[in-house]
């Protein structure tokens, strides 16, 4: 029995951290735009999608996969932001956080559509060599996933790096706690909101190749997501960096921890009631103190 719980408790952690990275750019997004924009959901997908090509076609390994993963999930979400919602924010009457976010959705399902149309709806599986799993003390633990969760923690730490020691990123930093300060002292929120999209967005992207490797991809995969990513996002305070990873790895394990007594069709109600008691007992998000964008 102790050890099917630590099973699903390693099982959670690796789970949480394929949705650590678009929770990272989805709480990145949010801090310096001030909007949640669901269609982080597409660009996972399309970050799988750019590394299965890459990968299938071009041959390459797994660093070059996931550098083109982010590549064209951040130039897709700079370029979709540009098109579809940044309009929307420049219009007094419309520009409200919950417009957006309405509008954001309805990109990411005309993107999710698109991929449909491009790619059908089959599943699309790496060729890469599947390394054996690791057993620890009658633990199951594949080396991909193990890789999976080493690579979301070093690109949260390397963000947290960024943003504390470069100019850049504490220029986002000072977009994200007052705009017109900001604009004040010559620094200008438009240029700084796309980098703050492209990095999310490259993020996202990076997390679903990583779960295509893992899994395959197919055009729903990341609205598949979307509710679990979210989640950790707001459990972790929608405007930390750090918090962002712990409620995504917190989501993982409750998730797999739900199934010991939810048949695993409803192991998606565990987000909505995650939500749900973060918003009653701590609005701000569990690990809201927590160093971030905004402090």
Partial sequence: ????????????LIVGALIALPALGLTLIFSVLGFVNFSVAAQLTAGGYAGWL?????????????????????????????IALAPIR??????????????SIALNMALE???RFSFGSGLNSFDMPIARDMKVGGIRIGLQQLHNLEIAIGLAVLLALFFSLTKLGKAMRAVADNVDLARLKGIEPVRLANLATF????LAGVGGALLA???SVDPSTGSRLILLIFAGSVVGGLTSLPGAVAGALL?????????????PVYQSLTAFVAILITLLARPSGIFSGASGVRK
């Avoid at 029995?1 to 959670?12: A, K």
């Avoid at 409200?96 to 976010?101: C, E, G, I, N």
């Fill in 1 to 12: 029995m102790l050890t099917d719980l630590l099973q699903y408790l390693v099982n959670g």
């Fill in 54 to 82: 890459a990968n299938t076609t071009l041959k390459l390994s797994l660093v070059p996969v996931l550098i083109i993963a982010f590549l064209v999930a951040g130039a897709l979400g700079v370029v979709t932001d540009r």
């Fill in 90 to 103: 420049r219009k007094p009457s419309a520009r409200t956080p919950l417009m957006v976010a309405v509008v």
């Fill in 113 to 115: 559509n698109a991929y």
């Fill in 199 to 202: 990095i999310g967005m490259g």
């Fill in 213 to 215: 490797i893992d899994t």
């Fill in 251 to 263: 989501m993982g394990v409750i998730g797999e921890l739900g199934l010991l007594v939810l048949p």
